[in-house]
Nanobody, 121 residues
Framework: QVQLVESGGGLVQAGGSLRLSCAAS????????MGWYRQAPGNQRELVAA???????NYADSVKGRFTISRDNAKNTVYLQMNSLKPEDTAVYYC???????????????WGQGTQVTVSS
């Protein structure tokens, strides 16, 4: 019913930039928080950045000042602008959205399929 489709990952040199996008589609009544998580091999999935429906943001300490999260509510899309990338940013990045399917339903977590970001030194 609901799909989150990510794009924008790839290979970049240290110091470079990438922009991730994630579009939610399907039978959506409303979207609360949206965010980006990442998981490197052997590590747990961790929060990178999150944004509420009214634009309040939250960042992991490791990305503050380098990454910027934003969203376009009209397009049900969240973005992650990543600048000054470091090799330790290498991971699979997952989009997350808390979505209500109707005014009577409880919000539920939805996840994208993940997009690989690789930063070479």
């Amino acid at each position: 019913q609901v799909q989150l489709v990510e794009s924008g990952g790839g290979l970049v040199q240290a110091g470079g930039s990438l922009r991730l996008s994630c579009a939610a589609s399907g039978s959506i009544f409303s979207i609360n928080d949206m965010g980006w998580y990442r998981q490197a091999p052997g590590n747990q999935r961790e929060l990178v950045a999150a944004i509420t429906s009214v634009g309040s943001t939250n960042y992991a300490d490791s990305v503050k000042g380098r990454f910027t999260i934003s969203r376009d509510n009209a397009k049900n899309t969240v973005y992650l602008q990543m600048n000054s990338l470091k090799p330790e940013d290498t991971a699979v990045y997952y989009c997350n959205a808390v979505i209500r399917l109707s005014r009577w339903s409880q919000p539920k977590d939805y996840w994208g399929q993940g997009t690989q970001v690789t930063v070479s030194s």
